[in-house]
């Protein structure tokens, strides 16, 4: 029994034929946002940084004037360093010969609290060391709880931020 499909019919059949290949093939579907979480607040908040200017034999000290932005007392702080010249070399911790220079202050430090200028001698010997950046931050509180904060958990104030970056790249 063949049969033939009249014109009258070819249009249901199109549409019939349409509406498989539509059903075959997924449709995009709009999906909800996901929720972000807002940025934690920072652990660390910079007031100013720099380095002193070389001394005797390019000896040159670190200076760091930090607030306190965690909620507890802080006992210690210890922040990671690495320093370049002008044109982007790395200058070696005097002490230790490595990349990064470990600056330790004790408190305690309150909440909120500014440490003050704090200075570190003999950090670095080149007499043309420009500046340095601030990697990250091992913070102590005084229960002894050990916390390490990467550069993003450490924010900079506009006056601390205006001295431009210091990223080796010369």
């Known amino acids: 029994m063949n049969r033939i499909i009249g014109l009258k019919a ?4 199109a549409a019939a034929l349409l509406l498989a290949a539509c059903a075959q093939k997924p449709q995009p579907v709009a999906k909800a946002p996901i929720p972000t979480k807002p940025a934690p607040p920072p ?3 910079i007031k100013d940084y720099h380095p002193a200017a070389p001394e005797a034999r390019g000896v040159v000290a670190a200076h760091i004037d930090f607030i306190n932005g965690t909620p507890n007392t802080l006992e ?3 922040f990671k360093t690495t320093a370049f010249t002008d044109d982007g070399r790395l200058v ?8 990064n220079a470990w600056l330790r202050v004790a408190g305690p430090f309150a909440p909120g609290e500014s440490s003050g200028d704090k200075r570190w001698d003999q ?4 007499a043309e060391l420009s500046c340095f950046r601030i990697e990250g931050a091992e913070l102590i509180d005084i229960n002894g709880v050990v916390e390490y904060y990467d550069a ?6 506009p006056q601390a931020a205006a001295r431009g970056d210091c990223d080796g790249s010369g």
């Open 10 to 13: 070819l249009p249901a059949v």
């Open 43 to 45: 652990a660390l908040v």
């Open 76 to 78: 210690y702080v210890m």
């Open 92 to 99: 070696r911790s005097k002490k230790s010969g490595r990349e």
């Open 123 to 126: 950090v670095w010997q080149n």
């Open 152 to 157: 993003d958990r450490i924010a900079l104030l």
